[in-house]
């Protein structure tokens, strides 16, 4: 598979893992809406691919079996999460009952996407219960433009994401899924000052570009929906994806 995930987490896996971990609730509601749209159950098989830093974790019931795969070695260092191929996922068929990937497909062209979803179709179960659940970055959203502009920008790797349409459900329909239903939720990422804000993004994207907080800031504001309590410093800007939730077609 050729994609731009390994790239782009190149020599900044660690500063990925420092945001999330000095800043855990920036994306609280990022998780509590991906588990959501999983609608999972006690006792469901929960498959987690690219599984990243782990914080989904700890949205989770503990009566879920949860199962994180990693496809960068990098972050399976130092998550110590099993490390494999999109195309190669070491479960049995037809063995899980939700399966989710979010926010990193778009680091892999169709042909890739096509392969994934094939394995995605062998291990899930065939039946309602059996659900993939696929978010990303919605095409020519705010958050393309942010991170395909400026991120590209600051990051030395660039960043050249290949974002999701509602017309993408055409190809999980060719690799036999029927997509019930496609979300487009918007959310808060909190920051309790704008010096926290500007830390967490440097490190959480890669801005190694970057010269001043200023130019953070400046940037949020250019292209994502900012604000600011003036009262006490907090801010916060929205934030949106695009979710397919799918099921194996019976016909």
């Given amino acids: 598979m050729t994609s731009t995930y390994n790239k782009t987490f190149d020599n900044r896996v660690k500063n990925y893992i420092y945001a999330q971990e000095k800043y855990p609730n920036v994306m609280k509601n990022e998780f509590e809406i991906a588990i959501k ?18 914080f989904l974790f700890n949205y989770i019931d503990k009566t879920i079996e ?14 110590n999460y099993k490390l494999c191929k999109l195309n190669n996922l070491p479960l049995e068929n037809n063995s899980i009952d939700k399966i989710l990937s979010l ?4 680091h892999f062209n169709n042909n890739d996407r096509e392969e994934f979803y094939k394995e ?18 919605l095409k020519n959203s705010k958050q393309d433009k942010f991170l395909n502009e400026f991120v590209n920008k600051y990051n030395s790797n660039g960043h050249q994401g290949i974002f999701f349409h509602e017309n993408d459900k055409f ?5 036999g899924f029927n997509v019930i239903e496609i979300e487009y939720p918007k959310y808060k990422w909190n920051f309790t000052s704008k010096d926290e804000m500007c830390d967490y993004c440097i490190n959480l994207f890669g801005l190694d570009l970057i010269i001043s907080n200023e ?9 994502l929906d900012f604000y600011e309590n ?9 934030w949106q994806l695009i979710y397919f939730k799918s099921t194996i077609s019976l016909i």
Avoid: M, Q, W
């Fill in 66 to 79: 949860y199962i994180p795969f990693e496809i960068n070695e990098n972050f399976s260092k130092e998550t």
């Fill in 37 to 54: 749209i999983c609608e999972l159950k006690s006792n469901d098989k929960f498959v987690n691919i690219p599984a990243d830093n782990g």
């Fill in 120 to 137: 995605i179709k062998r291990i899930l179960k065939v039946n309602n219960n059996g659900i993939f659940i696929l978010g990303d970055v």
């Fill in 215 to 223: 130019d953070v800031i400046n940037g949020i504001k250019t292209y």
């Fill in 230 to 238: 003036k009262d006490d410093g907090c801010c916060y800007f929205i």
């Fill in 103 to 106: 926010a990193s497909l778009h």
């Fill in 171 to 175: 190809l999980l329909e060719k690799c």
